[in-house]
């Protein structure tokens, strides 16, 4: 493909991130390395605790306070990774900004969704809070809220999840970043509403070339919007790959697994749904050879001892395993 | 708001009423009467003052009598202090409580918020321990070894400032510097336990992702919340302090309202101890009727109910 071309926008390498608890140090994120490029929807997938979403905590610079991040995160060429405060506040929020997973205690209780929105173009773009104001109102108008100068004065308790779950994205999309990181962005949200806020995103990403980092569980999202996919699996990307070739010819065994778990309109439904049997690793202990040893079917010697890195495979996508 | 106030006053009258009525009985349970003394009186004499101050009747209709004049805002003569009502000791006390007190808790709150907050923005580094040791040692260190430390210390050895009395502003400085402490401490711990839980909450994740400075994040998101559980504090706080510290009072000579509820049991002047109980009543229920305005005003939740 033409993207080795292109420079991407932000450029990750071998990010990792640490936290140090009662119980020793917790590796959530280790060695990611991924590139996105402008006007490009990038997908994130995986269960619950891959650690897709402290990946891009220690991007914005929001992790806990007992997290820590190393590597490196370029932003069109300048590293952001670990930035000191005021240089980081000029790029985040403004050319990138994140939606978080959780709408319900995401947005500040003590605030009117006119004051949240307005403040972010006061901050960044200079405007007047009046202006800001009005700016915030087509705005709400975009995600389709109803009676949006109503909700410009309400307080985030006053509104459903899923309205919460729009002020956020309307949050988000104010200094037309060129980079939206979404994470779980629809979970809240019915399956109209939801594919509303997918056109939205497709819309967004043609008109100012936002590229979108889509992070979720939901496969059905992903082959709607996504350009390219990584999945991860404790802490790691297993595979990347362009999204049909991840949905037609995933390599991974834990890729395949994910897949077979999911129900999809072209499967007979006759065929039953296979969950990946076991759990998650747990990230505290380093164990040696590959994370996903104990609950794949393919299992050798060598995964045991070795941990594979990601090595091209047949279709142009990159896995992490010895089977190649 | 209006509906808010006049709910709470109502809601008031049967607080109060409960209060009186324990209170005027449990007064009149302890052993001795008002005019015991060290010289038994003749019994006729007693008998005279009984019935004067209306003690001959049954107990029923003390109470009946007691409430009436309560309604009239007469809270009766004081057995002891012959010549004042209860209405004017209360009145003569209440100020000097008041001054002390008033800026004992203003001082309190702007030093103990202020403390708080840095030690939770400085979370386990030596800062935060200091505050931290200093509040503890405010806390565990009760007024009445305080307050005489203090006198020593600072009015007998480096003879800074008199040892007790009223009239100037230097006889108020150490009671204030005694009623002060404590609270800083106590304000300081609870701000900072708050703010530290604000701190990680998801909001401010989302403020400092949307690139606010720090300034901002903690004034304009994080204040509010973690200032919610010192406002509830600082309703009692300043209703209890206003009315007079009844050991403070006593160590540096103020002639404040505290002195009148300990004199006043010790005496069994009936009338004088409640008066001081119900007039503490109100103002209790007073200060937590603004704590909750303040509330609604800080808590939009609050704003519907
Ligand atoms: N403050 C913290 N201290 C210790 N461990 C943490 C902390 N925050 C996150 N983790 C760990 O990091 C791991 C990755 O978490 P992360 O939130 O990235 O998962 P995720 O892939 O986004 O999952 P989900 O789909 O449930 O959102 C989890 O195992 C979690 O326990
Ligand atoms: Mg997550």
């Known amino acids: 493909m033409s993207e080795n071309m292109k420079t991407p926008i932000l450029s990750v390498v071998d990010l990792k991130t640490t936290f140090l608890t009662n119980d020793g140090p917790v590796e959530a994120v280790h060695n990611v390395s991924f590139d996105i490029f402008e006007s490009e929807v990038l997908g994130f997938v995986g269960e619950s605790g891959a650690g897709k979403s402290q990946v891009f905590m220690s991007i914005m610079g929001i992790l806990a306070s007992n997290g820590r991040a190393s590597g490196s995160a370029l932003f069109k060429g300048e590293e952001i990774l670990n930035l000191p405060l005021e240089k980081l506040n000029k790029i985040r929020g403004h050319h990138l900004s994140m939606i978080f997973q959780d709408p ?64 956020m994205i309307a949050m988000s999309l104010l200094c037309e970043p060129d980079i939206l990181i979404a994470d779980e962005p629809t979970t809240a949200l019915d399956v109209t509403v939801q594919a509303q806020i997918l056109d939205l995103m497709l819309e967004l990403k043609k008109d100012f070339k936002t590229a979108i980092i889509m992070i979720t569980h939901d496969l059905g999202v992903v082959a709607q919007i996504c350009d390219r996919v990584h999945v991860m699996y404790g802490g790691r990307i297993v595979e990347k790959g362009d999204v049909n070739d991840i949905f037609y010819n995933p390599f991974h065994p834990y890729t395949q697994g994910l897949l077979n778990s999911t129900p999809r309109m072209d499967q007979n439904v006759q065929e039953s749904l296979v969950a990946i049997p076991g759990n998650p690793p747990s990230l505290g202990q380093l164990s040696k050879g590959c994370s996903f040893q104990d609950r794949c079917d393919f299992c050798m010697p060598k995964c045991l001892e070795e941990r594979p890195d990601l090595k091209i495979t047949t279709s142009g996508g990159l896995a992490a395993c010895h089977l190649i | ?125 030596r800062v935060d321990y200091l505050i931290m040791g200093f509040s503890m040692t405010g806390i565990t260190i009760p007024s009445f070894v305080m307050a005489p430390l203090l006198s020593l210390v600072i009015g007998v050895y480096l003879r800074l400032l008199p040892v007790g009395g009223w009239g100037d502003l230097k006889h108020m400085v150490l009671p204030i510097i005694a009623l002060t402490l404590p609270q800083i401490a106590y304000i300081a711990r609870l701000t900072r336990g708050s703010m530290i839980e604000v701190l990680r909450s998801n909001y401010i994740r989302t403020a400092k992702a949307k690139g606010l400075p720090e300034r901002v994040i903690l004034a304009r998101h994080a204040l509010r919340g973690a200032l919610l559980p010192v406002v509830s504090y600082l309703g009692p706080a300043t209703a209890g302090i206003i009315t007079g510290s009844v050991v403070i009072e006593k160590i540096f000579g103020i002639p404040g309202i505290g002195r009148f509820f300990v004199l006043g049991a010790l005496n069994r002047d009936y009338t004088l101890v409640m008066g001081v109980v119900v007039f503490y009543g109100i103002i209790i229920i007073l200060f937590n009727l603004i704590v909750d305005i303040l509330y609604g005003i800080l808590d939009p939740k609050v704003r519907y109910e």
């Open chain 1, 104 to 167: 319900m205690t995401s947005l500040n209780p003590y605030l009117t969704i006119s004051k949240q929105m307005s403040e972010v173009l006061v901050y960044h773009k200079g405007l007047s809070w009046s202006d800001a104001e009005k700016k915030s109102l087509e705005m709400l108008d975009c995600v389709k809220i109803p009676e949006a100068k109503m909700r410009l004065k309400s307080y985030p308790h006053e509104l459903s999840g899923g309205m919460r779950q729009r002020v």
């Open chain 2, 1 to 125: 708001m209006l509906r808010l106030i006049l709910n709470r006053i109502l809601g008031a009258i049967p607080t109060l009423f409960v209060i009186i009525g324990i209170s005027f009985f449990m007064i009149r349970m302890a052993p001795g009467g008002p005019f015991d003394q060290e010289r038994q009186l003749p019994e006729e004499i007693i008998a005279n003052l009984n019935k004067v101050y209306h003690l001959d009747e049954p107990l029923y209709q003390q109470f009946g009598r007691y409430l009436w004049g309560i309604l009239q805002g007469d809270f009766g003569p004081s057995f002891q202090y012959k010549d004042h009502t209860v209405s004017e000791l209360i009145f003569q006390g209440f100020p000097v409580s008041l001054k002390i007190g008033g800026i004992a808790i203003v001082l309190a709150a702007i030093i103990g918020i202020f403390l708080g907050t840095i030690a939770a923005l400085r979370q386990n580094t």
